[in-house]
């Protein structure tokens, strides 16, 4: 055996704690776990830079093996992670408005920016500007185990391992020949997921080298709402009715002195608001999917103890959001008196609510030529859903290559070095198709007659808009029309030197050497967005939730590290094994602005575990984490979006009763003509305007790990450990929660509120009122970007495994769990200090996803000589309301009445929507050896078919609560069945 071999197999052996973990494999298949040392070569140990064959790391490590993944018959990372015990569902396939394209892990529902992914225990380019890595492209196929660490990873892995790290290890000298194709369809007969996975290699040069390639293709069908019946119709989670968007059609205008009214097109007469837009058929529960990947690693032994390995994937995936109609979104449109399409009665409303005598509206109505006298336009906003145009549509490519070389061995018996470098680039391109463009809709509603407009450009077509659906013609819509891009471009250069190894010397009272790494970093973060005029344009794309800025901006990081082990006493009474750990890293930081300067951070961590018993270990981590800004929170303009209110204290009839109220809502920017007819949020959205800030500066957070591995004796096969971890994150870069900046203006309205700091952080819609409307003129809620944060979470993570081998079967039970005590989110020093565990609504949690305090994964398979069969069950704690949020609610709702008389909170909150029960869903596999070479398995998820709650639509963030419900928490598309056949040779 050589010392490069030697050297590999030491790292092979230190997985220890972490095997106990592993998710039970089926017998016949076992050949596809863990492997020893002699038939794997390198085993990533996550939470160390330390390989030694008898120490472990003091880090709890939750591992998902890859039989788990098999028998599950998972398509992507992100379906793996998201039912992980202690992780929040995060972006991925059951997103659909506000999905860009890519797939997120959340750990500890603190955020899909707080983590690290890593390939094989390396950083790999991140998809967007957020510097986060998207799941898309890991390569399953040749993925052997997904570990996951608890708590801070700063010190080992750099900036951003606040909750953790998601390391994602692959297969090692794998040799011969792997096809696995697998087709998952619903019992519905929707969603069909295809995908097929060939991968080669082998061991050439007598060993010394060995080299393995891996395609694969995966092709996924849109599921849509309007295809299960609890998510046909938008349901509002307020009065618990159908109730869709208020960008409707027939149109609605806002009218001086009326509020927003809608227009009768069977009477042509303007009347008070009657139908709204159904908008849920159009959405899906499923995001299309389409991807190619290839994956190729490989290694050599170019001299005794010395290798030089290499690693490069590439993947191209493309994902479309599919969403209702465009339309003109409560934008500001200018019309001529005498629009041939202006219904006389409507002309007439107009005229009077403007001042205009009979005899001038008359002659207004019959000017025709814009150089006339008589000529009269009406400035009136406008919410008319285009249902002609289709579906909006964004189709997300994303392109990824990442490549790495290195060379590692041994520079002594003891001591040996690893340099490698990467390089990756990510190009996601956005195309959207089918919106509504508004400068050309105000051309096109400038004409006063049929077939031309006044602006006499090329191709417009006068727009008739005040009819019902088809009253916009073919002919006038491709005018009205065009695609628009964004492009996402984002870059990693690293290289890293490492040295490990021991000293030479241990404990008097130790058999093992004192352990050692010492190493050096560097990596360069890029990345840009271009966006096309139109995407520019703040309002220009009806209904795009507002503009995609252009981004330019990067940064470099220099790192110092080193780790120590240090095993104290062994093999004592009471003192089976005694060490320490301890690590410490120094970076510097240098960004790409004049204005920012660099800045430096160090981070450490110290530990250790202590074995009173063979049978018990206890173990502690304390560790100080930090996470740097990233280029979108550095660099992005500031610009309008989307976020969601439900009730606005400025709507309704209140503001009549309260003349601080009114003025408040004047000094926000409402006319003063709207007061007492503003109109709540169209779909609980509002415009929300933030930016990010070159200012800013790294969080800091302290987390620690208490916890025990018992495997006894006296119970063979049995192995528990059980952790309980806290995190407080210090200097948090956030902003300001919706009720945070609505309470801090409304929840004591005085004489002098209407000029307080907290009450100017809005710009409300100048012509309705309201908070929605055009981001070109309505600013929304104004929330900056700050290091004024505090979050904290605590909870324990329990793992249970055991295996028993009868005269008939092999049993093997595992238990993964998470009870998280606590996550509190307060924004800035005067922010509420937010419990968001156990609870849902536009305020939680920091991702905008449910976090439960309980939820568990335990598997029961028992294993035949050639079939396996596998019983999953998967548990979510019940969740409320938010109590801080319904209190809100009720303070906003002044003069709110229940029309039955039952329950006067029932305008507040559907008291039904209220809560939702624990979940439990069962899962059922079974995989057959036809032949030594040849095996299938059959997968039924949500084997009871079990249907996701109903909370309507308005209850949370518009990314989660969607189709009524909270889809990727919640099963949204019911029993499933797939079958895959996996071939090798």
Same mark, same amino acid.
């Given at each position: ?43 990533? +140990?996550?939470?160390? !830079? ?91 196929? !040749?993925?052997?185990?997904?570990? #996951?660490?608890?708590? $801070?990873?700063?010190? %080992? ?28 369809? *619903? ?99 499923? %995001? ?7 994956? $190729? ?15 490069? &994937?590439?993947?191209?995936? *493309? ?22 399409? !202006? ?45 002609? =145009? $289709? ?79 088809? #009253? ?14 964004? #492009? +996402? ?117 110290? $530990? ?12 502690? &981590? ?63 959205? /509002? ?54 900046? &609505? ?38 809620? /104004? ?27 092999? !049993? ?58 596998? =019983? ?86 518009? %990314? ?18 797939? /079958? ?6």
């Amino acid at each position: 055996m050589t010392k490069t071999q030697k050297f590999l197999g030491r790292s092979a052996l230190s997985t220890g704690v972490i095997g106990l973990a592993l998710v039970a494999a089926p017998a016949f298949a076992q050949d596809d776990t863990a492997s020893t040392a002699e038939d794997t070569g390198t085993i990533v +140990v996550t939470g160390t !830079l330390i390989k030694n064959p008898n120490i472990v790391a003091t880090s709890p490590v939750s591992v998902i093996g890859g039989e788990e993944i098999a028998l599950r018959q998972s398509n992507t990372a992100e379906e793996i992670l998201r039912d992980m015990p202690g992780a929040v569902a995060s972006i991925g396939s059951a997103v659909n408005n506000g999905n860009g394209g890519a797939s997120y892990v959340d750990l500890r529902g603190l955020g899909s920016r707080r983590n690290v992914v890593l390939l094989d225990g390396t950083r790999i380019v991140p998809g967007d500007v957020s510097g986060r890595v998207d799941l898309n492209n890991i390569p399953l196929a !040749l993925v052997e185990r997904v570990d #996951s660490l608890t708590g $801070g990873a700063s010190t %080992t892995y750099g900036a951003d391992a606040i909750t953790g790290v998601v390391n994602f290890v692959t297969k090692k000298d794998f040799s011969g020949v792997e096809l696995n194709i697998s087709n998952q369809i *619903t019992e519905e007969g929707d969603g069909n997921v295809f995908r097929v996975d060939a991968t080669i290699g082998g061991n050439f040069d007598d060993g010394k080298g060995n080299a393995v390639f891996s395609i694969g293709y995966q092709q996924s069908d849109a599921v849509y709402q309007s295809d299960r019946p609890y998510s046909r119709e938008s349901i509002n989670s307020y009065n618990g009715q159908p109730e869709g968007s208020g960008t409707a059609v027939p149109a609605r205008f806002s009218v001086p002195g009326s509020g927003v009214l809608q227009i009768d097109p069977t009477t042509g007469t303007l009347v008070p608001i009657y139908a709204s837009f159904n908008f849920n058929p159009y959405n899906v529960f499923q %995001t299309p999917f389409e991807r190619f990947n290839m994956f $190729g690693q490989a290694n050599y032994e170019v001299a005794d103890g010395i290798e030089v390995y290499t690693r490069g &994937m590439f993947s191209k995936n *493309t994902v479309s959001t599919i969403i209702a109609p465009s339309g003109i979104f409560n934008s500001s449109m200018e019309i001529p008196y005498s629009n041939p399409y !202006l219904p006389e009665a409507v002309r007439n409303q107009f005229c009077n609510a403007n001042g205009l005598s009979a005899a001038a509206c008359s002659a207004a109505a019959a000017a025709t030529d814009p150089t006339s006298a008589d000529f009269r336009t009406f400035t009136t906003n406008v919410l008319r859903r285009a249902t002609e =145009f $289709g579906p909006r549509i964004s189709d997300y490519v994303t392109t990824i290559f990442d490549y790495r070389l290195g060379v590692r061995g041994s520079i002594t018996d003891t001591i040996n070095f690893d340099v490698a470098g990467a390089y990756g680039e990510s190009e996601n391109t956005q195309t959207q198709r089918g919106y509504m463009l508004m400068s050309r809709t105000r051309d096109a509603l400038m004409a006063t007659n049929t077939t031309s407009c006044l602006s006499g450009n090329e191709g417009c077509v006068p727009l008739n808009i005040f009819g019902g659906d088809g #009253s916009i013609n073919p002919d006038q819509i491709p005018y009205l029309t065009a695609n628009s891009t964004v #492009s +996402v471009r984002s870059t990693l250069a690293q290289v890293r030197a490492l040295v490990s190894g021991d000293f030479g010397v241990a404990s008097p009272f130790a058999e093992d050497p004192i352990q050692f790494a010492v190493g050096g970093e560097y990596r360069k973060y890029g990345a840009k967005q271009e966006s096309d005029l139109l995407a520019q344009t703040p309002g220009e794309l009806g209904g795009a939730g507002g503009a995609a800025p252009n981004i330019d901006g990067g940064y470099d990081v220099y790192e110092a590290y080193g780790e120590l082990i240090a095993p104290l006493v062994t093999d004592r009474p009471f003192f089976h094994s005694l060490q320490l750990e301890a690590g410490i890293r120094y970076s510097s930081y240098s960004v790409d602005a004049p204005t920012s300067p660099s800045y430096k951070t160090t981070t450490w961590k110290a $530990g250790g575990t202590w074995a009173p018993i063979e049978d018990v270990k206890l173990r502690g &981590m304390y560790q100080r984490s930090v996470r740097a800004p990233n280029i979108g929170e550095l660099f992005t303009p500031v610009t309008t979006g989307l976020t969601n209110l439900a009730v606005d204290p400025c709507a309704g009839s209140a503001p009549l009763n309260d003349a601080n109220l009114a003025a408040v809502c004047v000094a926000q920017g409402a006319p003063l003509n709207q007061i007492g007819t503003i109109n709540q949020p169209s779909s609980g959205q /509002i415009n929300i305007t933030t930016g990010g800030n070159v200012n800013l500066r790294p969080e800091k957070a302290d987390s620690y790990v208490i916890g025990a591995v018992i495997q006894p004796k006296v119970v063979p096969g049995f192995s528990l450990t059980i952790d309980y971890y806290n995190i407080k994150i210090k200097k948090a870069i956030t902003t300001p929660t919706v009720d945070d900046i &609505m309470s801090a203006c409304f929840d004591d309205v005085t004489a002098s509120s209407a000029t307080s700091v907290a009450c100017q952080s809005f710009g409300r819609n100048p012509a309705t009122g309201g908070l929605d409307g055009d981001p070109a003129t309505t600013l929304g809620l /104004i929330a900056n970007l700050s290091n004024l944060g505090t979050i904290t979470t605590d909870g324990i993570d329990l793992t249970m495994n055991y295996r028993h081998q009868f005269d008939f079967a092999t !049993l093997n039970l595992t238990f993964n769990g998470n009870w998280t005590n606590s996550q509190k989110f307060k924004a800035t020093d005067t922010s509420i200090n937010r419990e968001c565990v156990g609870y849902y609504s536009i305020n939680c949690g920091l991702s905008g996803s449910i976090q439960p305090k309980l939820s568990w994964n335990t598997r029961a398979t028992l294993s035949f000589e050639k079939v396996d069969v596998s =019983f999953l069950w998967r548990h979510i704690d019940g969740v409320k309301f938010e109590p801080l949020q319904f209190e809100a609610d009720q303070e906003a709702a002044v003069g709110c009445v229940d029309p039955n008389g039952a329950d006067p909170e029932a305008c507040i909150v559907e008291p039904g929507f209220r809560k939702i029960k624990s979940y439990d869903y069962f899962d059922l596999a079974t995989r057959v050896a036809v032949s030594d070479n040849f095996d299938v398995t059959f997968t039924v998820t949500n084997l009871f078919d079990k249907k996701p709650p109903v909370v309507g639509n308005s209850i949370g963030s518009t %990314t989660y609560n969607s189709g009524n419900t909270y889809p990727s928490t919640y099963d949204a598309l019911g029993r499933r069945f797939a /079958i895959g056949g996996r071939v090798r040779f």
